[in-house]
């Protein structure tokens, strides 16, 4: 059975609570049960620190030949300043060690560019505040040949689709006493709710197929989906959790 490796942070973590969401935790339920996702990302890493944190090492200890390690980050590592810090330094750095490890253990790297934030501007278009990290992505990949999946660029039509207001309703913006004890509006615009983190789950699996990973071939069901018409929130269905967290995960 091969295993699917997720590598990133906030973005990709197994969220614990609602209303906050990530698409590795949405993505598997698109796959049947003849693969295996292993997530091992977290709030608040960069490409680095989860190095730093020996997440990868013990990611190799697990690995096999024919396995995937998909990798995200990009939004907290653009924080980090300094002498040899940013994207085509340490960045590239990190990213290039991922990438030498996987195939040392006849594994497949994949690299995803970081997902936008909702930051519109005045023309109703999404606004790049991630400055380099995701052409250094895109730079990388193609000098080492690794498969890349643009959410950066996916995730701009996603947001600009729904519209300044409707992309709300992809992210943690919910009005004063939603939940049990939130006496304040709930206002994230990096970080999803169920809705939103279903959708970027979607854009990756087509970054997959435009990719052809062979990896596809255990969908579930096969999955058609263009960013530019998203499913429609108001007719989104989700059971939700009774557990409640009104803290944002780590990150930005």
Request: net charge negative; charged share 25%.
């Amino acid at each position: 059975m091969p295993v699917v490796f997720l590598c990133g942070n906030s973005t990709v973590v197994d969220q614990d609570n609602e209303p906050w969401a990530s698409w590795g935790q949405m993505i598997t339920a698109f796959f049947d049960d003849r693969i295996c996702f292993a997530n091992y990302a977290e709030s608040g890493e960069s490409a680095n620190s989860f190095i730093a944190a020996g997440r990868l090492k013990k990611i190799m200890t697990q690995i096999k030949p024919g396995d995937y390690v998909l990798v995200e980050f990009g939004h907290n590592d653009q924080k980090q300043k300094g002498e040899g810090k940013g994207a085509y330094l340490s960045y590239w750095k990190s990213l290039t060690e991922f990438i030498d490890q996987a195939r040392a253990k006849q594994a497949i790297p994949v690299l995803i560019t970081p997902t936008q934030r909702r930051s519109f501007g005045e023309d109703d278009r999404i606004k790049d505040t991630h400055e380099d990290y995701p052409q250094a992505m895109r730079d990388l990949a193609r000098e080492k040949q690794v498969p890349l999946i643009d959410l950066h660029q996916m995730t701009r039509v996603l947001y600009e689709a729904l519209g300044t207001e409707g992309s709300k309703k992809a992210f943690v913006h919910y009005p004063a006493g939603s939940f049990p004890g939130q006496f304040q509006a709930l206002a994230d615009n990096t970080h999803f709710n169920p809705y939103g983190a279903y959708q970027i789950a979607k854009c990756v699996i087509m970054g997959m197929k435009n990719q052809d990973l062979p990896l596809v071939e255990f969908l579930r069901e096969d999955v058609i989906y263009d960013p530019a018409f998203p499913d429609d929130p108001d007719s989104f269905s989700w059971w939700s959790s009774p557990y409640v967290d009104l803290q944002k995960p780590d990150g930005n």
